[in-house]
C-alpha cells in the first residue's frame, strides 16, 4: 500500500490534482481523483504520513478552485470527492473543505434526487445523469457522511428515496444492484460493495434492522459470486 501511495502522490500536479489526461477533464477523471482523494485520506489515518495528507489537502484545494457546477454527460461521477472532502475537514477543520463538500453535496444528482435522466442527447447520450449505480452511490455514501457532519436531515432523505428507488426497480433478488440503472441486469461488483456499505452506513445512523437484512443478502448471495478464478470481482 505504501509504494502505491508514493506512487500516487508522484503523479500529482502542481495545481493539485491528478489531471488532465483529456480536454478538458472528464468524468472518470473527476471520478477517479475522487476515489484517490478517500483513498490518500484513508492512508493518512491508518499510518500517520503527512504527506498523504498534505497530498489530500491540495487535492480538496483543487477540487475547491476547480470543481464544475454543471456537467452535460455522467455529472453523477462528479460528486464521488464528497467522501474524501467531508474527511478532510473532519481531520483538519479546514472550512473550505467543508464549504467545498457542501457545494458538491448540493448539486450532485443524488440530492437533487435525479437517479437517471430521461433528456437524450444528440450524441445518444442520457443528459446530464446516465444512472451510473457505482457513481450514485459512493456520492450517497458522501451525502451521509455530510449529514454525519452537519447533522441536517436534508442530506439523509435523499439517500432514503436513493435506497428506496433501488430496493423497488433494480435490487435482484441475490442483492446485486446493476451497472445502470436501465441496464439492472448487468452486473457490476463495485457497486455491489457500495451498496453493502450504504446499507451499513444507514443502519448505524438510523438503528432500522432492514438495512442490516440488506447487507446481509448483498454479502452472502451476491458478492461472493461475482468473484473470479483470478481473485477479481467483476
Same mark, same amino acid.
Given at each position: 500500500?505504501?509504494?502505491?501511495?508514493?506512487?500516487?502522490?508522484?503523479?500529482?500536479?502542481?495545481?493539485?490534482? $491528478?489531471?488532465?489526461?483529456?480536454?478538458?477533464?472528464?468524468?472518470? @477523471?473527476?471520478?477517479?481523483?475522487?476515489?484517490?482523494?478517500?483513498?490518500?485520506?484513508?492512508?493518512?489515518?491508518?499510518?500517520? =504520513?503527512?504527506?498523504?495528507? @498534505?497530498?489530500?489537502?491540495?487535492?480538496?484545494?483543487? &477540487?475547491? =478552485?476547480?470543481?464544475?457546477?454543471?456537467?452535460?454527460?455522467?455529472?453523477?461521477?462528479?460528486?464521488?470527492?464528497? *467522501?474524501?472532502?467531508?474527511?478532510?475537514?473532519?481531520?483538519?477543520?479546514?472550512?473550505?473543505?467543508?464549504?467545498?463538500?457542501?457545494?458538491?453535496?448540493?448539486?450532485?444528482?443524488?440530492?437533487?434526487? /435525479?437517479?437517471?435522466?430521461? +433528456?437524450?442527447?444528440?450524441?445518444?447520450?442520457?443528459?446530464?445523469?446516465?444512472?451510473? /449505480?457505482?457513481?450514485?452511490?459512493?456520492?450517497?455514501?458522501?451525502?451521509? =457522511?455530510?449529514?454525519?457532519?452537519?447533522? @441536517?436531515?436534508?442530506?439523509?432523505?435523499? /439517500?432514503?428515496?436513493?435506497?428506496? &428507488?433501488?430496493?423497488? !426497480? +433494480?435490487?435482484?433478488?441475490?442483492?446485486? /444492484?446493476? $451497472?445502470?440503472? !436501465?441496464?439492472? @441486469?448487468?452486473?457490476?461488483?463495485?457497486? =455491489?460493495?457500495?451498496?453493502?456499505?450504504?446499507?451499513?452506513?444507514?443502519?448505524?445512523?438510523?438503528?432500522?434492522?432492514? $438495512?442490516?437484512?440488506?447487507? *446481509?443478502?448483498?454479502?452472502? !448471495?451476491?458478492?461472493? $459470486?461475482?468473484?473470479?478464478? !483470478?481473485?477479481?470481482?467483476?
Amino acid at each position: 500500500v505504501r509504494r502505491v501511495a508514493e506512487r500516487l502522490i508522484g503523479y500529482q500536479q502542481p495545481d493539485g490534482g $491528478f489531471s488532465p489526461y483529456s480536454s478538458p477533464t472528464d468524468y472518470k @477523471e473527476w471520478f477517479g481523483m475522487g476515489r484517490g482523494l478517500a483513498g490518500l485520506v484513508d492512508y493518512h489515518a491508518a499510518t500517520g =504520513d503527512p504527506a498523504a495528507l @498534505e497530498a489530500a489537502c491540495r487535492l480538496g484545494d483543487h &477540487y475547491a =478552485d476547480r470543481y464544475p457546477s454543471f456537467e452535460p454527460y455522467m455529472y453523477e461521477c462528479y460528486s464521488n470527492a464528497l *467522501e474524501g472532502l467531508v474527511a478532510i475537514a473532519r481531520l483538519t477543520g479546514d472550512p473550505r473543505a467543508r464549504q467545498t463538500a457542501h457545494r458538491i453535496a448540493d448539486s450532485s444528482m443524488v440530492f437533487q434526487r /435525479v437517479w437517471q435522466s430521461t +433528456t437524450i442527447s444528440p450524441q445518444g447520450r442520457r443528459s446530464p445523469c446516465g444512472g451510473q /449505480v457505482h457513481c450514485q452511490l459512493t456520492t450517497a455514501r458522501g451525502l451521509l =457522511d455530510f449529514y454525519e457532519l452537519t447533522g @441536517e436531515p436534508r442530506y439523509l432523505s435523499p /439517500v432514503l428515496a436513493l435506497h428506496d &428507488y433501488i430496493r423497488r !426497480n +433494480t435490487l435482484s433478488i441475490a442483492g446485486g /444492484v446493476g $451497472f445502470y440503472f !436501465n441496464r439492472p @441486469e448487468e452486473n457490476e461488483a463495485c457497486a =455491489d460493495a457500495d451498496w453493502l456499505r450504504l446499507n451499513l452506513q444507514l443502519w448505524r445512523l438510523t438503528g432500522e434492522p432492514r $438495512f442490516l437484512d440488506f447487507a *446481509e443478502q448483498t454479502l452472502v !448471495n451476491q458478492i461472493p $459470486f461475482a468473484q473470479a478464478t !483470478n481473485g477479481a470481482f467483476c
